[in-house]
């Protein structure tokens, strides 16, 4: 069972309408969790990045939260774009003696249509 | 631009056949990343190198070798491929391995095994 799960696996959007995507994760202690926008043919580019303490952060019309204690964190786009559509990755910072290491999610892949 | 700078862009090999794949960065990043990125899958860790120098194994390294060239370049060498190890790679980069001002990702190389 991967230890970062996200749902929906692919959703399906008007333009100009709002959405949210869940992340749910198993890993503990983690230090930090990531939201990720995969472009097709493209690497992940970081979206936002909230430490373990932090329960919210906003890059333009991106919000995540984080709920420590449930585990469970969210993604939610403001006035959907057509460039918008692309797969979002959720990331969990797992502490270890070496370093961080990453844990990644399989992606919600996002549709925005006319 | 800068950034992580990944060659080729796609390959196709035959079944143990060798190749080495490339990656620049040009951020004066300490460490770099290989993942593997598999359809239903998160990314997975192949190797790391934590600063020039040095190189560790990650979550799937069976069939890879790396070289840390300089503090610029992460090369990914397959011996001699097999069809499992067809998916798409990225190379990363980040200023340390506490993922510290986020990790940047190159655009990807896709490998065909056949």
């Known amino acids: 069972k991967n230890q970062v799960e996200q749902s929906p696996q692919s959703l399906i959007i008007l333009e100009g309408k709002n959405c949210t995507l869940q992340c749910n994760y198993t890993v503990s202690p983690f230090s930090n969790l990531r939201w990720y926008k995969q472009d097709t043919g493209r690497g992940p580019v970081s979206l936002t990045i909230m430490t373990f303490s932090e329960n919210t952060k906003s890059n333009g019309r991106y919000t995540a939260t984080l709920d420590a204690d449930t585990k469970q964190s969210s993604l939610h786009i403001t006035a959907s774009q057509l460039s918008d559509s692309a797969s979002y990755i959720c990331?969990?910072?797992?502490?270890?003696?070496?370093?961080?290491?990453?844990?990644f999610g399989t992606g919600t892949q996002l549709k925005v249509e006319l | 631009n800068a950034g992580v700078t990944q060659t080729p862009k796609f390959q196709v090999l035959k079944t143990g056949q060798s190749m080495t794949l490339q990656c620049a960065q040009d951020?004066?990043?300490?460490?770099m990343y290989w993942y593997r990125q598999d359809p239903g899958m998160g990314l997975r860790l192949i190797y790391y190198?934590?600063?020039?120098?040095?190189?560790d194994k990650g979550e799937v390294p069976n069939g890879y070798n790396v070289s840390r060239l300089n503090k610029r370049e992460f090369s990914l060498r397959l011996e001699s491929a097999a069809p499992s190890q067809t998916s798409v790679y990225f190379c990363?980069?980040?200023?340390?391995?506490?993922?510290?001002?986020?990790?940047?990702f190159g655009s990807g190389t896709r490998l065909t095994v056949v």
């Open positions: 990363a980069s980040s200023e340390a391995l506490t993922g510290s001002g986020g990790y940047t």
């Open positions: 990331v969990v910072d797992i502490l270890t003696g070496g370093g961080n290491k990453l844990t």
């Open positions: 951020m004066n990043h300490n460490s």
């Open positions: 190198s934590a600063s020039e120098g040095t190189t």
